[in-house]
């Protein structure tokens, strides 16, 4: 991947596991120092440690930013089958996400402002509002 983010630094919180750790790594790929945070310091450390020996730059920082913690309720079948009929056909991944949020950090998205980018396999346009 080429040096997109190079010479910038990007915090990406909640990023030791999930979405976040995704974001972390992608952005770390693409030249950016990551400062990895989360509530886990065990994962905050593997997070890290992924990206040091994939020959990222990245440190960690212990921070909890939410007061309660909320569990995610949904099932597995309940998200397959609300993703059957999109056009992805399928749950959208952490690492969808994260190259998601590398375009926009990148330079390559120096022109959006105020849009909305949809990352969820298409679920968006196939539903009314």
Same mark, same amino acid.
């Given at each position: 991947?080429?040096?997109?983010?190079? *010479?910038?630094? $990007?915090?990406?919180?909640?990023?030791?596991?999930?979405? *976040?750790?995704?974001?972390?790594?992608?952005?770390?790929? $693409?030249?950016?120092?990551?400062?990895?945070?989360?509530?886990?310091?065990?994962?905050?450390?593997?997070?890290?440690?992924?990206?040091?020996?994939?020959? *990222?730059?990245?440190?960690?920082?212990?921070?909890?930013?939410? $007061?309660?913690?909320?569990?995610?309720? $949904?099932s597995?079948?309940?998200?397959?089958?609300?993703?059957?009929?999109?056009?992805?056909?399928?749950?959208?991944?952490p690492?969808?996400?994260?190259?998601?949020?590398?375009?926009?950090?990148?330079?390559?998205?120096?022109?959006?402002?105020?849009?909305?980018?949809?990352i969820? *396999?298409?679920?968006?346009?196939?539903?009314?509002?």
């Amino acid at each position: 991947m080429p040096a997109l983010l190079e *010479g910038r630094t $990007a915090l990406v919180t909640g990023s030791t596991s999930g979405i *976040g750790a995704a974001i972390a790594r992608t952005l770390a790929a $693409a030249g950016a120092t990551v400062v990895v945070s989360g509530r886990d310091r065990t994962r905050g450390s593997e997070v890290v440690g992924s990206i040091r020996a994939a020959g *990222g730059r990245a440190d960690f920082l212990h921070v909890d930013l939410a $007061a309660e913690h909320a569990g995610n309720e $949904a099932s597995r079948a309940v998200l397959d089958a609300l993703t059957a009929t999109t056009p992805a056909g399928v749950v959208v991944r952490p690492e969808d996400i994260a190259q998601g949020v590398l375009f926009l950090t990148s330079d390559a998205a120096r022109m959006m402002h105020g849009s909305i980018l949809a990352i969820d *396999g298409g679920i968006s346009s196939t539903r009314l509002s």
